[in-house]
């Protein structure tokens, strides 16, 4: 900026204050975007930029009072027409100092919510680390046998404190850091999940103090561990709408079979296939990824046993494609994923009445003519004088159309 006459000692430090400022909103302006703040930043790495930050926003306020102050003295000593241009560049500088602030106050609020965000999952992810450890151990004292000595109850008794304060700690942080956002109903529902899981730990804590000979094992872990298993494989097996013998029955073989329950568990397993299954399964899903260190396996393990509920009765529906798509999401599976993964089981995800060309509104006899005309376009004899590629591909189309037949006739008679 230039200005003209008047006393120079004035106009030097009128000067020096312009620079001032404009290397205190330059300096602002650069903290903000080149903070370093991404999503996989941790809450105290988002939260070290912005108290930095505060002293660059200090810094452009005092700029900005100083550039006025100083701008003030020197137009005592200027002609009028000097005196409208040093208020327009000041009214200038100003206003961009305001907006600047907006932008500033805007970023520390999206800081915040996304530290309070990160904060919350890190004490999720720390509590079920501290209660899968704390599972571990009791599990190895289960399989010891014996009394427990009191300096092990005294460590045993001070890990449980430990969790509950965290349990404690984590509802106070949902109430308070994540009122009214948008994710706050998920971790209520892993938390409610998680605080059912540490009940049963507790169970079997005391059962090991008041029974130490008693061949326990880690039956009661396991059923605790399970439960979001066993309920989202019931929310699959009510996905269409018709809960059949073959799918009950296919849940007690995987869970006697594949999670190894001991008989004497059966009953408390048949309590909570009984259980409503709620609307909202993220923190169902949640629970049941952190039943094994690795998040993946426990994810491979989860789809694998909704896939084989949603094949007991012999037709996979679409209601259940759609459960099913919705699990994997909520597991980090992406669309494309999904869609490789279906394929992998022979599962088809496209909307059998779109496939055959109906309404959801048509009749059976409808459907069945739709269905016929669909496999004489791709009959055998149509294309035996194809290629073969040509043949396999018609193959392929008329057990497509047959499986969406299968999926409609189900539906409609159930």
């Known amino acids: 900026m230039a200005f003209w006459g008047g006393t120079k000692k004035k106009q030097e430090k009128f000067l020096k204050a312009a620079d001032v400022f404009d290397e205190r909103m330059e300096g602002l302006r650069n903290a903000v975007i080149n903070c370093g703040i991404n999503e996989h930043s941790t809450a105290s790495e988002i939260l070290d930029p912005v108290a930095k930050n505060q002293q660059h ?13 100083t701008a003030v003295a020197y137009a005592k000593t200027q002609p009028a027409n000097v005196v409208q241009v040093i208020q327009t560049n000041v009214h200038e500088a100003v206003n961009n100092a305001a907006k600047m602030e907006e932008i ?4 520390v609020a999206q800081c915040l919510k996304m530290a309070n965000s990160k904060a919350v999952q890190e004490a999720t992810m720390g509590l079920i680390a501290n209660m899968d450890n704390f599972q571990l151990a009791l599990s190895k004292l289960q399989e ?20 509950e304060a965290d349990l ?23 938390l409610n999940e998680l605080k059912q899981r540490w009940e049963g730990h507790k169970a079997d804590y005391k059962n090991l103090v008041d029974n130490p000979s008693a061949a326990h094992g880690a039956a009661g872990s ?3 561990t399970y439960t979001p298993f066993v ?8 996905a269409d709408g018709v809960l059949s013998s073959e799918e009950v029955k296919e849940l007690r073989k995987q869970i006697q079979e594949g999670f190894q329950l001991p008989k004497d568990e059966m009953s408390e397993l048949k309590a909570i296939m009984k259980e409503e299954v709620p609307e909202n399964i993220d923190g169902l899903v949640a629970t049941a990824l952190s039943a094994l260190p690795d998040q993946e396996k426990s994810r491979d393990i989860l789809l694998g046993l909704l896939v084989t509920i949603a094949k007991a009765d012999g037709v ?3 209601d259940e494609v759609s459960f099913l798509r919705r699990v994997a999401k909520i597991a980090g599976m992406s669309d494309a994923q999904f869609e490789d993964y279906a394929k992998q089981q022979h599962i088809e995800t496209r909307d059998p009445w779109v496939v055959l060309g109906v309404s959801r509104s048509a009749t059976l006899a409808e459907v069945k003519k739709a269905y016929k005309k669909a496999m004489s376009q791709y009959h055998p004899d149509k294309v035996i004088n194809l290629p073969e590629e040509f043949q396999q591909l018609a ?13 409609i006739e189900k539906k409609l008679k159930a």
């Not at 200090?58 to 900005?64: I, L, N, P, Q, R």
């Not at 010891?144 to 969790?163: C, F, K, R």
């Not at 309920?231 to 009510?238: D, H, N, P, R, S």
């Open 104 to 107: 500033y106050n805007q970023w």
């Open 168 to 190: 404690q700690q984590l509802d106070t942080h949902i109430q308070t850091r994540l009122s009214g956002e948008p994710d706050a109903p998920i971790f209520i529902n892993v």
């Open 144 to 163: 010891l046998g014996g009394a427990l000595g009191t300096e092990t109850i005294l460590t045993i008794d001070q890990s449980v404190a430990s969790i």
């Open 231 to 238: 309920k989202l494989a019931m929310g699959m097996a009510y």
């Open 57 to 69: 926003y200090a810094a452009m306020v005092e700029a900005t009072k100083d550039l006025q102050t």
């Open 395 to 407: 193959h392929q189309k008329c057990v497509e159309f047959s499986a969406c037949m299968e999926a």
């Open 316 to 318: 996979v529906d679409p």
């Open 222 to 224: 396991l059923t605790a």
